[in-house]
């Protein structure tokens, strides 16, 4: 009975601890990034030292918060899981500026043209430092019981669609666009601005929500047949090596990002809807 009695709490508590699932989810991005980097960093064999600053710093951070998280929950010491929080975010959106500014210093600064910037470094990359730093800092500034909340988790995925837009837009400008499916994660990519954008220039009715899911839903789809086609691709590159090809051909888990967002702009949407069912 006491196990059966343990286990409800539990559930309750991960159902009403919203800023723990934004945790979680921030945790997981921090991991993915430590893969992604390693891939992208590999094309120059880490020719700058300072490249490897990020590959250390992601893991070192889910470290941070997977402490703050067990500190919080198993200890109830919500003030070591906000200062764990608080310096990876100072942290990460540290490290997140810095990348832009180096990835840009790579071409585009010498040259400032549309092209160097585009066959540059991705320079919109490392804003995904920034825009876990910002949330990490959001989430203990803004309580998940307001709708201020919500509005702030909904503001940062439709920041995350339009950094996925300019990122689809000067990666598949590398090729001239030569397949008709790399205009796909550009057209999702801003429907899903064009709609969450509603959310903030007037209130919608709960209804919309409905049409904002299936908008996420949509870029599922689109992440996962980009993943398929990036590793088709990928498989049938240049080099004998997959790993040459995976380095210098299509990023296979560029894509991902998109179901990546979805989850962040659900999360947001549902919040929204809890708030106002209170109200």
């Not at 180096?102 to 910037?117: C, M």
């Not at 995904?128 to 709708?147: I, P």
């Not at 967002?261 to 209170?278: F, K, P, S």
């Amino acid at each position: 009975m006491q196990n059966a009695a343990a286990a409800t709490d539990t559930s309750r508590f991960w159902k009403d601890a919203q800023d723990l699932w934004l945790e979680v989810f921030i945790l997981f991005n921090f991991l993915c990034l430590t893969g992604d980097i390693l891939l992208a960093h590999s094309e120059n064999a880490f020719r700058n030292p300072w490249e490897y600053l990020p590959v250390a710093f992601s893991p070192a951070a889910a470290l941070l918060l997977g402490a703050g998280l067990l500190a919080r929950i198993r200890f109830s010491n919500v003030r070591l899981w906000s200062a764990l929080g608080s310096l990876v975010g100072w942290l990460s959106l540290a490290m997140g500026l810095s990348g832009v500014i180096f990835h840009l210093d790579s071409s585009f600064f010498y040259e400032r043209t549309l092209r160097s910037l585009t066959y540059a470094a991705p320079f919109a990359a490392p804003l995904s430092y920034a825009g876990l730093g910002c949330l990490l800092l959001m989430n203990r500034k803004v309580s998940y019981r307001t709708s201020s909340w919500a509005m702030w988790v909904l503001f940062f995925a439709t920041a995350g669609f339009a950094g996925n837009l300019a990122l689809s837009l000067t990666d598949h400008a590398t090729n001239g666009f030569f397949h008709w499916t790399e205009w796909i994660p550009v057209w999702s990519s801003a429907l899903a601005v064009g709609f969450f954008a509603v959310y903030f220039l007037q209130t919608p009715e709960p209804m919309y929500d409905g049409s904002c899911i299936a908008v996420l839903f949509l870029q599922v789809l689109v992440g996962v047949a980009g993943f398929a086609l990036h590793a088709f691709a990928d498989l049938h590159g240049p080099s004998a090596s997959l790993f040459h090809n995976v380095v210098s051909g299509a990023p296979p888990f560029a894509p991902l990002l998109l179901p990546n967002l979805a989850i962040l702009g659900l999360l947001g949407i549902l919040a929204r809807r809890t708030q106002h069912q209170v109200a």
